[in-house]
């Protein structure tokens, strides 16, 4: 079998690395073709690398590709697609979106004839499965998409889409009630819950020796954006110094929007030597940090932002949790489905208190630690294995049947 994977810029760029071991764990099982939307070209995730000779690197304007809209024109099937791009794109914003990259999408079509390509799978609701979308209506190529977070509510073209394609995968719960919502129940057996998963090792070490004469070091990974809720854990630690705790300390890592304004904060409270902003780290180095356990919790005080933006189920608590680190995060978007069971500890949204007592609790408690360490690594291991995920993945690509 044959798949081709359309994403936003895997494997270039450094946004999709939540999408990229799934994308590896397919390549082992089935032949893979990736087209990103976006091509790039630095790659800033070294397990990327592995996948540039599948990598069809078309750019959205070049002499070949305008050259060969001139023979789309006066087909018939150009005519359908635009007529219903135009009608179905819900949106001014969309419909603009989606005509520019209808040339590129008409000659990826004609790349692929010649590629004998059996599924087509795109990440994203927003033009990157509007670009699958169109390949499928041009050459009958069967099609399915994931939606995520952001992109469900712009709906693009959301409802034909599910009409179209063989299946559209949603990461949680609270995100298929959205998209059923949007188009309707009768789309029901169509929408599949299928999570985001993560490589899962095998011989994880649970006996960590805690030492209280060191520092009591947590991780917060991710972008620094309002959505991640970093203000929330810096006041949340300023707590904890006033409570006495002087031998802690959470390394901050991402780049981002708000950066000045979070070294701001740390500045005025004092803060710098118990929160550092680490800057973006390579996805190996964070991973070498959870394997080598140099980190005794991940935290992510992720919050829904003013635009509404919130978590799916984040990679970025999987990844630790893999490796049996207690993780901390709050009830937004589909953590809950992460962290239930005891496999996490749960906070509300913009609770610097409830943030505090919780690291608190780890401090104070060796039990409490290795107990989420135990049964986080195990949540992460029966229900977010990518290489099960994956499974699933390929037998809805291959029948069309439910998983």
């Not at 209506?137 to 099609?143: L, N, P, Q």
């Not at 070294?263 to 973006?280: C, T």
């Not at 935290?299 to 901390?328: N, Q, R």
Request: with cysteine; hydrophobic share 40%; proline share 4%.
């Amino acid at each position: 079998m044959k798949v081709l994977y359309i994403t936003a810029e895997t494997p270039f760029g450094k946004r999709e690395t939540f999408i990229l071991e799934e994308m590896l764990q397919i390549r082992h099982k089935v032949d893979l073709l990736v087209s990103p939307r976006n091509p790039g070209k630095y790659i800033y995730n070294e397990n990327a690398k592995q996948l540039l000779n599948e990598t069809l690197n078309v750019p959205f304007f070049s002499v070949a590709v305008f050259s060969n809209l001139i023979p789309n024109i006066i087909s018939f099937r150009f005519w359908i697609i635009l007529f219903e791009l135009i009608s179905f794109s819900n949106s001014t914003k969309n419909l603009l979106k989606n005509l520019f990259v209808l040339p590129k999408s008409l000659y990826l079509s004609k790349l692929l004839g010649k590629e004998k390509i059996d599924h087509i799978h795109a990440h994203w609701g927003t033009t990157t499965s509007t670009m699958a979308y169109i390949i499928s209506s041009m050459e009958g190529i069967d099609f399915s998409f994931t939606v995520h977070r952001s992109d469900i509510p712009i709906n693009n073209m959301l409802r034909q889409k599910v009409e179209k394609s063989r299946f559209c995968r949603v990461i949680n719960e609270e995100g298929r009630m959205e998209v059923l919502d949007i188009i309707g129940p009768e789309y029901d057996k169509k929408v599949k819950k299928i999570f985001m998963g993560v490589d899962v090792p095998c011989d994880v070490n649970m006996k960590k020796d805690y030492d209280s004469t060191q520092d009591f070091v947590g991780l917060c990974p991710g972008r620094l954006t309002e959505k991640k809720g970093h203000r929330y854990l810096i006041e949340g630690m300023e707590l904890l110094v006033r409570r006495g705790h002087k031998n802690i300390r959470i390394d901050i890592v991402g780049d981002g929007e708000l950066r000045n304004e979070l070294e701001n904060m740390i500045g005025n409270l004092k803060l710098e030597k118990y929160v550092r902003l680490m800057g973006r780290k390579p996805h190996n180095e964070l991973m070498d940090i959870y394997r080598e356990r140099l980190v005794d919790f991940v935290v992510l005080p992720s919050i829904i932002s003013k635009s509404g933006d919130k978590e799916g189920i984040p990679v970025a608590l999987m990844e630790p949790m893999a490796y049996g680190i207690p993780v901390i995060s709050t009830r937004t978007g589909g953590v809950e489905e992460l962290l239930s069971n005891n496999s996490g500890i749960l906070v509300e949204q913009q609770d610097a208190g409830g943030l505090a007592s919780s690291i608190e609790e780890l401090i104070t408690s060796e039990e409490k630690l290795r107990e989420l360490s135990v049964s986080g690594y195990r949540k992460v291991k029966k229900e977010f294995n990518s290489s099960v995920i994956t499974d699933q993945l390929l037998k809805l690509f291959k029948s069309g049947r439910e998983v």
